[in-house]
């Protein structure tokens, strides 16, 4: 059954080590690369393939792999956190299932402004937008790049 079981040598944990930040909420904040999308990445040495970083964590401080086929449920839905026991090992189906009730349970968006109907705008990927966020973020652009520009707005 366990083939394979991937360990980090010495250097490569202590490389590890030096890429995470540890909060005292307990998430383990990841430092390194990342992808497009914010998740953790890793790669042995410069040039060797990419995994995702949260994966290899898991599969070290577990001592197996993660079974063919499964997913890790991220519990602490922090997105560079890659705290082995912030995971849980699903099946894709309940994964999907457990982060559609996630999203459906929420009431307010991350900057605590109230999903009603009026400020909600539902993506093609059938996801809630928080549209008083969208007005600040395009505002926020805005005022970056006439900063850039060096010309604040006077009024
Ligand atoms: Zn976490
Ligand atoms: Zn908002």
Known sequence: MAKNVITLNRGELARMNRLLD???????????EKTTNGYAKWSKVSGAPVRAAHRVIWEHYHQQQIPEGMQLDHLC???DCVNPE??????PSE??????????????????HEYNEENTRITNKNKRVCRSCDRDRRRMRK???SAEEGQPESG
Do not use: L, S
């Open 77 to 79: 839905r922090v997105r």
């Open 143 to 145: 005022d970056a790049a």
């Open 86 to 91: 912030h995971f849980e090992v699903v099946t």
């Open 22 to 32: 540890i909060k005292p909420d307990g998430c383990w904040r990841w430092k390194g």
């Open 95 to 112: 994964n999907t299932m457990r982060q559609n009730h996630f999203e459906r349970n929420k009431t307010h968006c991350p900057q605590g």
